[in-house]
T-cell receptor, first 111, second 114 residues
Framework: GEDVEQSLFLSVREGDSSVINCTYT??????LYWYKQEPGAGLQLLTY?????DMKQDQRLTVLLNKKDKHLSLRIADTQTGDSAIYFC???????????FGKGTRLHILP | GAVVSQHPSRVICKSGTSVKIECRSL??????MFWYRQFPKQSLMLMAT?????????EQGVEKDKFLINHASLTLSTLTVTSAHPEDSSFYIC??????????FGPGTRLTVL
């Protein structure tokens, strides 16, 4: 079945850019998501990209998709302390289909 | 945006007892609700999908007699962990969607079985 992999931990200085990487195995994944989970809270959809797109930008967030390499990344510009959270990469075949999640990357912000 | 609540947020129970977790869509009618389980430092694993008024569809390896799901209305789904054991301790998260659209996630319920 589909497998989604991402590193478990990333440490970044406040004000720098954070780049969280993700790889997936099923090339037929159509929707690719980034979710944010803050301590004790549910998942918040940050952004998503269709498989026919290479890039999507939304304020401080930039998503890059390399479909050939099945690689997805999330860049957070000017990282702030409020960005400290676990970021989950996830994919699905269709919008209402089962979502397969990675294990999450814990983003730690250094002062 | 759409809000999904879960109750309780945290529960501790003795081994052998049953625990019910509620998932509610507060400002929309959810045609489909999903139940996930999250172990520490692990991804969310889909347990089952339920449509209002229908029996839930369970993922492979999830015991339907152990994890009872009821989706009696368009705003409420319940997950009952029957005869809970310590290995059932986990973070349970529900999500809800309207038709073929985005899933909105609840804040999760942490279950600890002693």
């Amino acid at each position: 079945g589909e497998d989604v992999e991402q590193s478990l931990f990333l440490s970044v200085r406040e004000g720098d850019s954070s780049v969280i990487n993700c790889t997936y195995t099923d090339s037929s994944s159509t929707y690719l998501y980034w979710y944010k989970q803050e301590p004790g809270a549910g998942l918040q959809l940050l952004t998503y990209i269709f498989s026919n797109m290479d890039m999507k930008q939304d304020q401080r967030l930039t998503v890059l998709l390399n479909k050939k390499d099945k690689h997805l990344s999330l860049r957070i510009a000017d990282t702030q302390t409020g960005d400290s959270a676990i970021y989950f990469c996830a994919v699905s075949m269709n919008r209402d289909d089962k979502i397969i999640f990675g294990k999450g990357t814990r983003l730690h912000i250094l002062p | 945006g759409a809000v999904v609540s879960q109750h309780p947020s945290r529960v501790i129970c003795k081994s052998g007892t049953s625990v019910k977790i509620e998932c509610r869509s507060l400002d929309f009618q959810a045609t489909t609700m999903f139940w996930y389980r999250q172990f520490p430092k692990q991804s969310l694993m889909l347990m089952a999908t339920s449509n209002e008024g229908s029996k839930a569809t369970y993922e492979q390896g999830v015991e339907k007699d152990k994890f009872l799901i009821n989706h009696a209305s368009l705003t409420l789904s319940t997950l009952t962990v029957t005869s809970a054991h310590p290995e059932d301790s986990s973070f349970y998260i529900c999500s809800a969607s309207i038709g073929h659209n985005e899933q909105f996630f609840g804040p999760g319920t942490r279950l600890t079985v002693l």
